[in-house]
């Protein structure tokens, strides 16, 4: 996907006058990137002059991302994320079949030198999430995660303490995924490499719910983007 066809109306879920949530779009960073032209601060100025986003997304993670059109909405965004009254619900499609029921993982997370994390009980940040699986495929499972604290990193690498690693997350354990993998009879042309269905780790956040600066609990979802519904497409009718 061309980062730079991204039209910022187009990926509107939900406006007032203080806030505007989108729908990310997978590759494309949320602030300032030295390799990329695009990012979507820059396209929210562009909007709205006065533009702040109030969280971050992974490079590769698409789904609901919040922005403040002014400096007070930023604010009072912010103090809900300290307090962590922002409820932040992502799916994420992970390797093996498992049953998680509201699960906890209450890890402490280090961030390291080389853009990883990994978990440390001496050194890390306190790091909670909680996973309940919400579908179960041939080798995989849809896992809902809700992350209680907001730790870089910290879906992926509690996935893989549960030896639930996300799809296509190489860096912390995943596999991507190849539709020879499941599907029988699957031949490709020859002289042609297999691609993976999606060419990225399966993480979407999907709902987030706040108070907006009327004092209105609003909760917005994000629909899952095409590479996404490609993979759930191709897990549904080969399990």
């Known amino acids: 996907m061309k980062s730079t066809k991204i039209n910022f109306e187009d990926i509107i879920l939900f406006e007032d006058d203080d806030f505007v949530l ?92 080389d853009g990883m994390v990994k978990i440390s009980k001496r050194e890390g940040k306190p790091a909670q999430t909680y996973f ?8 995989h499972t849809l896992v809902e995660c809700r992350p209680v604290t907001g730790r870089m990193h910290q879906i992926r690498i509690h996935l893989a303490t549960l030896k639930a690693s996300i799809t296509g997350d190489e860096l912390y354990g995943g596999k991507p995924f190849f539709l020879s993998s499941v599907k029988r009879g699957f031949n490709l042309k020859k002289q042609t490499e297999e691609q993976p269905i999606m060419k990225r780790m399966a993480l979407h956040a999907y709902a987030l719910t706040f108070t907006d600066c009327k004092g209105v609990t609003q909760t917005v979802k994000a629909p899952y983007p095409k590479d996404m519904q490609a993979l759930i497409k191709q897990l549904e009718s080969n399990s």
């Open 22 to 113: 989108i729908n990310k779009p997978p590759f494309v960073s949320t602030l300032e990137d030295r390799h990329d032209k695009v990012n979507l601060l820059a396209l929210a100025r562009e909007y709205r002059g006065d533009a702040q986003v109030c969280h971050r997304l992974d490079k590769d993670t698409s789904g609901v991302l919040a922005i403040a059109k002014n400096p007070e909405a930023y604010r009072h965004m912010s103090m809900q994320f300290e307090k962590r009254e922002v409820n932040k619900v992502y799916h994420a499609i992970v390797d093996g079949i498992h049953n998680f029921k509201d699960n906890l993982v209450d890890l402490p997370i280090l961030k390291q030198d």
């Open 132 to 139: 309940t699986s919400l579908q179960s495929y041939k080798l």
